[in-house]
C-alpha cells in the first residue's frame, strides 16, 4: 500500500538558517503530493502540493518538488523565521483518492 | 476561503459519559467530511469517511457504534464518542472537501482535544 516516510524530528535551528525536511514515498501510479503544517494546537493547513513529476509547489518561502526518480518531495525553506516553529506532514493521495496518507510528521524548533 | 471549524476545542469528560464534536464548513457546501484522530506526537489516523444523508464508511479497526457520525447537512457533521474511556482521550481533526473546492484538497479545522478522566 501506499506510505509515506518523513525523518525524524525535532528539528531544531536558528532563526534565518535553511531547512530541509526529507520526505519519500510509496505509491502506485502517480500520486498527488503534499505538504502541510500543524501549529501548536491547531489542526493541519495545506502549505503546498504538486501533482505530477518535476513540478515545484510553493509557499510561504517554502518549495518542494516532485522526484519521482527518487520518489521524494523534500520541503525547503531558504530562511526560516521563529513563527515557521510547527509539526511538518508530507502527504500523498493517490489513484484519484482525495484521501491523503500521512507520514509521521516532522517537528521544527527555531530558536531567535 | 474554505474554513473549517470544530466545537469545542477541548472538553474534559468522565469515564462512561458521551462526548459530541461539531464540524462545520463555514463558506462552502461539504460534500465529504472526514474525522482523523491523532495521538501525540504521531500522525493521523483516518477514522471514517462520511457523506452527506449517508451512512460513515469507517476504516477498519474503528468501531462504529463507538463513534458515532452524522453528517446531516451539507454544512455539519457530528462525531459522538460514546461512553468514552481514558483511552479515547485524543486530538480528533475532522476535514472536508465540497464541490467547489480542489477535488484533491482537504480542509482541516482546528481540531477537538478529548481528555477522559
Known amino acids: 500500500g501506499d506510505s509515506v516516510t518523513q525523518m525524524e524530528g525535532p528539528v531544531t535551528l536558528s532563526e534565518e538558517a535553511f531547512l530541509t525536511i526529507n520526505c519519500t514515498y510509496t505509491?502506485?501510479?502517480?500520486?498527488?503530493l503534499f505538504w502541510y503544517v500543524q501549529y501548536p494546537g491547531e489542526g493541519l493547513q495545506l502549505l503546498l502540493k504538486?501533482?505530477?513529476?518535476?513540478d515545484k509547489g510553493s509557499n510561504k518561502g517554502f518549495e518542494a518538488t516532485y522526484r519521482k526518480e527518487t520518489t521524494s518531495f523534500h520541503l525547503e525553506k531558504g530562511s526560516v523565521q521563529v513563527s515557521d516553529s510547527a509539526v511538518y506532514f508530507c502527504?500523498?493521495?493517490?489513484?484519484?483518492?482525495?484521501?491523503?496518507?500521512f507520514g509521521r510528521g516532522t517537528s521544527l524548533i527555531v530558536h531567535p | 476561503g474554505a474554513v473549517v471549524s470544530q466545537h469545542p476545542s477541548w472538553v474534559i469528560c468522565k469515564s462512561g459519559t458521551s462526548v459530541k464534536i461539531e464540524c462545520r464548513s463555514l463558506?462552502?457546501?461539504?460534500?465529504?467530511m472526514f474525522w482523523y484522530r491523532q495521538f501525540p506526537k504521531q500522525s493521523l489516523m483516518l477514522m471514517a469517511t462520511?457523506?452527506?444523508?449517508?451512512?460513515?464508511?469507517?476504516e477498519q479497526g474503528v468501531e462504529k457504534d463507538k463513534f458515532l457520525i452524522n453528517h446531516a447537512s451539507l454544512t455539519l457533521s457530528t462525531l459522538t464518542v460514546t461512553s468514552a474511556h481514558p483511552e479515547d482521550s485524543s486530538f480528533y481533526i475532522c476535514?472536508?472537501?465540497?464541490?467547489?473546492?480542489?477535488?484533491?484538497?482537504?480542509?482541516f479545522g482546528p481540531g477537538t482535544r478529548l481528555t477522559v478522566l
Open positions: 476535514s472536508a472537501k465540497g464541490l467547489t473546492t480542489h477535488t484533491d484538497t482537504q480542509y
Open positions: 505509491a502506485t501510479g502517480y500520486p498527488s
Open positions: 504538486a501533482t505530477k513529476a518535476d
Open positions: 502527504a500523498l493521495a493517490s489513484g484519484g483518492s482525495y484521501i491523503p496518507t
Open positions: 463558506d462552502f457546501q461539504a460534500t465529504t
Open positions: 462520511s457523506n452527506e444523508g449517508s451512512k460513515a464508511t469507517y
